[in-house]
């Protein structure tokens, strides 16, 4: 198997991510929920991922950390929290329907900022010109079509320029850029813990500046007395018992992460995704959306000239390659490129990919082509 769908999920992951999973599970309960050894363990456990995820992202505050079920859970918490109808939310053209449908079902006036792809400079002018009419600005850190990489530092500071609370999505940045939760002064910040973290799926984080209103209520471990959710955080949007071996699993893909480095995973990815790009240029049948340097992270979209993407994805399928196609979840971000009608193949990389499996890749798709003409 050639496994190049980790901007869906990262499959192959460190050894350590599984073997602290099955620990948790061996040997913890339920966090806040009992002063025995078994139930201080989770709380331990509990707080040393959540103080491993301030570290990385520079969250001041440990407990403004939460841990959510995936990145769109924490967004919908975002969202529910500073959007009502009638609120006007600008939006980049690259946006996930994680960030849309939630924004839809709140009555949300939605604006876009409309930019060609892969154009930085574009994207800022096009915020500048709408931001005006804002009164809540939502973007993406990376689409997760194309890998591009939106200047969000700029568009953050555009936000505290003129006083519009922001939400960021970092759901393909997270283990590749430097997501820096306090330069960028975003109200909230959502992530999942199972693509570029290398953390099992049903985790993610959600990093908060704001309170926010609670998306769940239930048990929290604190503040049994009270009928609402408690008024501080984590515990206002923790509600029920937490995914610990989850969560022991999370913090095991951060340490990681940590100690490889973001910059050192992108650089790996960015030589994979030269190669991929070099080797299938080669081919006109193939048209590739690739971005100049520095504006593109290990994700690369393509289209075959005259086949349907999902044919073209079984075919590869059959042959042992895992990728994606169709509009992957964001029909905005293929408006945005033109490539609504049809979708794209995506492929998306990770340190776990090697250049023999590209080149394999890359020789099984002409093959494959070759044998259709």
Same mark, same amino acid.
């Given at each position: 198997? &050639?496994?190049?769908?980790?901007?869906?999920? *990262?499959?192959?992951?460190?050894?350590?991510?599984?073997?602290?999973? /099955?620990?948790?599970?061996?040997?913890?309960?339920?966090?806040?929920?009992?002063?025995? *050894?078994?139930?201080?363990?989770?709380?331990?456990?509990?707080?040393?991922?959540?103080?491993?995820?301030?570290?990385?992202?520079?969250?001041?505050? *440990? %407990?403004?950390?939460?841990?959510?079920?995936?990145?769109?859970?924490?967004?919908?918490?975002?969202?529910?929290?500073?959007?009502?109808?009638? #609120?006007?939310?600008? &939006? *980049?053209?690259?946006?996930?329907?994680?960030?849309?449908?939630? /924004?839809?079902? !709140?009555?949300?006036?939605?604006?876009?900022?409309?930019?060609?792809?892969?154009?930085?400079?574009?994207?800022?002018?096009?915020?500048?010109?709408? @931001? =005006? +009419?804002?009164?809540?600005?939502?973007?993406?850190?990376?689409?997760?079509?194309?890998?591009?990489?939106?200047?969000?530092?700029?568009?953050?500071?555009?936000?505290?320029?003129?006083?519009?609370?922001?939400?960021?999505?970092?759901?393909?940045?997270?283990?590749?850029?430097?997501?820096?939760?306090?330069?960028?002064?975003?109200?909230?910040?959502?992530?999942?813990?199972?693509?570029?973290?290398?953390?099992?799926?049903?985790?993610?984080?959600?990093?908060?500046?704001?309170?926010?209103?609670?998306?769940? !209520?239930?048990?929290?471990?604190?503040?049994?007395?009270?009928? %609402?959710?408690?008024?501080?955080?984590?515990?206002?949007?923790?509600?029920?018992?937490?995914?610990?071996?989850?969560?022991?699993?999370?913090?095991?893909?951060?340490?990681?992460?940590?100690?490889?480095?973001?910059?050192?995973?992108?650089? %790996?990815?960015?030589?994979?995704?030269?190669?991929?790009?070099?080797?299938?240029?080669?081919?006109?049948? @193939?048209?590739?959306?690739?971005?100049? $340097?520095?504006?593109?992270?290990?994700?690369?979209?393509?289209?075959?000239?005259?086949?349907?993407?999902?044919?073209?994805?079984?075919?590869?399928?059959?042959?042992?390659?895992?990728?994606?196609?169709?509009?992957?979840?964001?029909?905005?971000?293929?408006?945005?490129?033109? #490539?609504?009608?049809?979708?794209?193949? +995506?492929?998306?990389?990770?340190?776990?990919?090697?250049?023999?499996? @590209?080149?394999?890749?890359? =020789?099984?798709?002409? %093959?494959? /082509? $070759?044998?259709?003409?």
């Amino acid at each position: 198997m &050639i496994y190049l769908d980790n901007a869906a999920t *990262s499959l192959i992951k460190p050894a350590a991510v599984g073997r602290e999973m /099955l620990r948790a599970m061996q040997c913890c309960a339920s966090p806040g929920r009992g002063g025995h *050894s078994a139930a201080m363990r989770a709380s331990e456990l509990v707080y040393r991922c959540r103080e491993k995820a301030a570290a990385l992202f520079h969250v001041p505050e *440990s %407990e403004n950390v939460v841990f959510t079920m995936n990145a769109t859970h924490g967004l919908n918490v975002a969202i529910n929290s500073l959007v009502s109808k009638g #609120t006007r939310v600008l &939006i *980049s053209g690259y946006e996930h329907n994680a960030v849309t449908r939630p /924004l839809k079902k !709140a009555g949300a006036e939605i604006l876009v900022a409309r930019s060609p792809l892969f154009d930085q400079a574009s994207c800022l002018r096009a915020f500048r010109e709408q @931001i =005006g +009419r804002a009164q809540l600005l939502v973007c993406t850190m990376v689409s997760n079509v194309f890998g591009f990489i939106l200047p969000v530092r700029e568009i953050a500071a555009l936000c505290r320029e003129n006083g519009v609370p922001l939400i960021v999505d970092a759901s393909q940045a997270a283990g590749t850029l430097d997501v820096d939760f306090e330069a960028l002064g975003a109200a909230f910040l959502a992530m999942p813990g199972h693509k570029g973290l290398f953390g099992p799926q049903g985790t993610g984080l959600l990093l908060c500046r704001k309170k926010g209103t609670p998306l769940l !209520a239930g048990g929290s471990g604190s503040d049994s007395i009270l009928q %609402e959710m408690p008024d501080y955080l984590p515990d206002r949007h923790e509600a029920g018992t937490q995914n610990v071996p989850g969560i022991a699993g999370l913090l095991a893909g951060m340490e990681y992460v940590e100690q490889k480095t973001p910059r050192a995973i992108l650089e %790996e990815e960015h030589a994979l995704l030269r190669l991929t790009g070099e080797s299938l240029a080669e081919d006109e049948r @193939i048209e590739l959306f690739r971005g100049p $340097d520095g504006t593109q992270s290990g994700v690369l979209s393509f289209r075959i000239r005259g086949m349907d993407c999902d044919e073209a994805a079984g075919l590869l399928s059959e042959r042992g390659v895992c990728l994606r196609s169709g509009l992957h979840c964001a029909p905005l971000a293929h408006r945005s490129a033109g #490539t609504l009608d049809t979708g794209t193949l +995506r492929l998306s990389l990770s340190p776990f990919v090697s250049r023999e499996e @590209i080149r394999a890749f890359c =020789g099984m798709l002409r %093959e494959l /082509l $070759d044998g259709l003409r």
